[in-house]
């Protein structure tokens, strides 16, 4: 069998006085597509720096690992022919006065735009070119992304990412700003990609993220995994009613799921 894309078995991170995961275990294997859903506050942010090595888990005594394709050490430059991170810090740092294909090409130098020192090949430059057609944003490669909507920008972020070929594209709260059309094109871009082999990790508290292709959501609370298992069996008014502390109606429509 194929190792685990990421395994995290009794991992617990602690950030000042507090406890943000804990004793947390999940597995997800390579070519899966997983949501992990939760309110506000949950840890769903610490999920993502673990896995970009932003964060460490906390020793303790009790047997303890976290691994991606197994192996517990990396080197990040290496990581990220595996996994692609796009998290909000990121869209704060490359929303900036460079131009899109600048931002998605610097993804090859782990940068925010490109150096004097950086060595650009012409096959850095073809990839890029391939990617910005893949995502459709070819048109805009020559406007500086402080001048894009948030939209737009959040497609050259994830260009950025996928540079690299990775395995699975990590998304933290991908919708967070877009306006009604802008979430809708970037759905059906997760689709496309999802169809072309990429795994997708979608970590959000925002149900209409949850593109049709995902068919295991994990359901985190206060720091602990709160249930894991098929859309369906997980994706269920009761269920959500209890994570998130209020009453909930749930709409299935189209593959896409919507809370009333």
């Known amino acids: 069998m194929a190792v685990p894309l990421i395994e995290f078995r009794n991992v617990t991170v602690q950030r000042d006085a507090r406890v943000v995961l804990d004793s947390v275990s999940l597995t997800i294997p390579q070519g899966q597509h997983l ?3 939760g309110p506000n506050g ?9 896995i970009s090595r932003e964060l460490y888990p906390r020793l303790k005594s009790e047997p303890w690992s976290l691994r991606i394709m197994g192996r517990d050490r990396w080197n990040l430059f290496e990581l990220r022919n595996h996994l692609g991170v796009v998290s909000n810090d990121w869209v704060a740092m490359c929303t900036r006065d460079y131009s899109g294909y600048e931002i ?5 130098f782990g940068s925010v735009g490109i150096w004097p020192n950086h060595q650009v090949t012409p096959e850095m430059v073809q990839e890029t070119r391939r ?6 944003i070819g048109h805009l490669a020559e406007r500086n992304t402080n001048e894009m909507s948030s939209g737009e920008a959040r497609r050259f972020l994830i260009g950025r990412a996928l540079v690299h070929r990775p395995q699975a594209l990590v998304l933290d709260e991908p919708s967070t700003s877009l306006d009604l059309r802008a979430m809708c094109e ?3 871009i997760f689709r496309k990609l999802a169809a072309s082999g990429i795994s997708l990790i979608m970590v959000t508290h925002h149900l ?3 593109i049709p292709e995902i068919d295991r959501v994990a359901l985190i609370r206060d720091g602990r995994i709160f249930r894991d298992g098929p859309k369906s069996e997980v994706l269920e008014a009761a269920v959500l009613s209890e994570l998130f502390d209020m009453p909930v109606e749930l709409l299935e429509r189209g593959g896409y799921y919507h809370v009333l």
């Not at 990617?131 to 459709?136: D, H």
């Open 104 to 108: 998605v090409l610097s993804g090859f």
């Open 42 to 50: 949950s840890g769903k942010s610490t999920f993502i720096k673990l």
């Open 131 to 136: 990617v910005m057609q893949l995502l459709e």
């Open 208 to 210: 209409p993220d949850i």
């Open 35 to 37: 949501a992990i859903l």
């Open 186 to 188: 970037l759905r059906d």
